[in-house]
């Protein structure tokens, strides 16, 4: 490997981090209820905050014409206004920087000749796409909370959160075929198949926790392993005769089930993984990918039944989110050590 691949490598890596605080401080500005305080979307003017009273004042003025202003928040002062404007604000800002923590380097790398892979700058272009993509669909979201109800569609929060993590995971992936190009001998073809399996539950998962969030469905039945005093409660029932089919996805008790047991069967398949890579002849790096895999869905797990038991707190809230960027981490790079043929770009 030359010096040029370790430095694209480790500065998609550095993006890769980049996304992740991103994703991690969605989290809080949601948890936190900042997510509908600016209701403009100004790509470039918006770098800059309010810099005096006047401007707070006319910020605030905005802010009053919105739902969650009228239907929330209409006792709030601007001092009030201001603990819910500066998360939103720095969630953006952080939005902006990674566009140039991309942009600079890739264009003194493209000029400078070091650059020459034709597949690295595809996927290097279609990153950019994606980082321009997820910003349009950040506002798509925000807009849907910004019309009668104040609060956004859980919908578009999935669709935002599962973008957010397609990036992270396209960034990472290209990462680690610069830096590590060397395919790990792969004689089991169960485990590789069995991880496949494994990450198409996780993005159903996934998208089911940005459900959750969405419907507060959290905030229901704060005990584990039963649901109330049932494992499956009656008020479920209820689900199918008010929404038919969209029960699964907006009855906030079914969505709830279907979540906290979804977790149960990944933990089992993730621990049937790890079992079967103990029975074969697995290189080191493979065998710590499985283990690191384990350990994290393991946490995962936990940090899951105790922000439930504890009606979702902050604190908790964001490291569950952490958490599952993580575990998907975790599942990525343990695919990427049992992966049969190269996917992404040759090394230059």
Sequence with gaps: MNKADKQIGYWLLIGAFLVVAMVVLGGYTRLSHSGLSMVTWKPVTGVVPPLNQVQWEEEFTKYKTSPEYQKRNYNFTVEEFKT??????????????????????????????????????????????????????????????????????????????????????YILWTALYVLYPKKENTKSNTIRKSLNILLGFVVIQLIYGAFVAGLKAGMFYPTFPKMGSEWLPKSIGMAFDTYGLKGFTEFPALVQFIHRWMAAIIVALVGWIFYKGKKSDLSVVQSQSLLAMLIVVLIQFLLGVFTLLYLVPISLGVLHQLGSVALLTTIIVAMYNFRKVALVIEPS
């Design 84 to 169: 819910i404007y500066w998360p939103e604000f720095s969630h953006r800002l952080l939005g902006r920087i990674i566009g140039m923590v991309f942009l600079i380097p890739f264009l003194y790398f493209l000029f400078s000749g070091k650059l020459k892979n034709k597949k690295l700058l595809l996927n290097l272009i279609v990153i950019f796409l994606l980082g321009g993509l997820q910003g349009f669909v950040g506002w798509y979201m925000v807009k849907s909370g910004l019309v009668d109800i104040p609060s956004v569609s859980h919908y578009r929060l999935a669709i935002h959160f599962i973008m957010a993590l397609t990036l992270f995971v």
